[in-house]
């Protein structure tokens, strides 16, 4: 499966682009960040972050968008960012018809280093090897982004539920 995955942010938005599946090695395509200014108004921000994702859905054509599921404790205004910022991609994917799966930070990093507390340099050491790359991603947003990717293709949970549900349907 192609795998678009997005670690939500305002000012810097992880993507990558990866084909893999479960017990499969991974191939990426594209990992980067998308960046907004602080100092733009919030409509303009969520409307380059439109835009730059939609540019990459139409040149990757992904099958699945693995988002990583907003948490946060304290930070309520960098969670509500960070929403905003996974909206964009949610709202893509339901008006494109593709296939979402949502992912824990804990559930990604468990997933790539099998450690659901490793640190960043952890996750960006593994995704690396793992993707085959010959640098480490940068910045931080980036190596998430395709950590985030990996752990739904690994996962294969999308899929399966999708299937089981397409099944359910059909009785």
């Known amino acids: 499966m192609r795998v678009l995955g997005i ?12 084909d893999g ?3 499969r090695p991974v191939q990426a395509h594209f990992v980067g960040v998308i960046t907004t200014s602080a100092q ?4 303009d921000r969520l409307t380059i972050l439109h835009d730059e994702l939609s540019l990459i859905i139409d040149k990757y ?39 979402v799966g949502m992912h824990t930070p804990t559930e990604v990093k468990a997933a790539v280093t099998g450690n659901g507390r490793a640190d960043k340099n952890q996750v960006t050491m593994m995704v690396t090897k793992i993707a085959q790359l ?4 940068k910045p931080a947003d980036a190596a998430d982004a395709l950590a985030i990717a990996i752990t739904a293709a690994w996962r ?16």
């Open 40 to 43: 733009s108004e919030l409509c």
């Open 156 to 171: 294969g949970s999308v899929e399966a539920k999708y299937e089981a549900a397409r099944k359910a349907y059909a009785r």
């Open 61 to 99: 054509s992904p099958t699945v968008i693995a988002i990583e599921r907003v948490f946060s404790q304290q930070n309520v205004r960098s969670a509500m960012s960070t929403a905003q910022a996974a909206g964009i991609g949610l709202l893509l994917a339901g008006q494109r018809g593709i296939r």
């Open 7 to 18: 670690d939500p942010g305002l000012t810097r938005c992880g993507v990558a682009v990866i």
């Open 134 to 137: 010959k640098e480490a991603p």
């Open 21 to 23: 599946s479960p017990g």
